[in-house]
């Protein structure tokens, strides 16, 4: 019989394979939980993330800065909450940055589709 974690593990491959079927990558995330899942972060990070990039679309002015500083921002407010995330690429910041503004944070949805041209 199958324990938990094979059974577990199981499930997470068939997420993984379900969202590759629907076109899922870093340029076009479909599933923030399963992006966050990826870069092995958890529930709890996923509110802190939340919180940090509604205060950025709040209090910054996104529409001034050009790509390159829009990732150094980005990834620098990340890592003072995710450490690793200072190693993350531009592609996985703009990964986030579209995921949350399809899920939670509409106010974000013209910069990720500027930032999307990057990678093309």
Known sequence: MASIDNKIELIIDSLYELAE?????????????LLLLSLGLNL???????????????????ESLDNKDTYILFRERLTS???????????VIFAL?????????????PLSSRLQGDFS
């Open 44 to 62: 709890e990070d996923k509110g802190k993330i939340l919180l940090l990039f509604k205060k950025i679309s709040v209090y910054e002015d996104l």
């Open 21 to 33: 079927y629907v076109g899922d990558s870093l340029r076009e995330p479909k599933s923030l939980s």
């Open 81 to 91: 909450i995710i450490p690793k995330a200072e190693n993350y690429d531009d592609i």
């Open 97 to 109: 940055i579209r995921a949350y503004a399809k899920d939670f944070i509409e106010d974000l949805y």
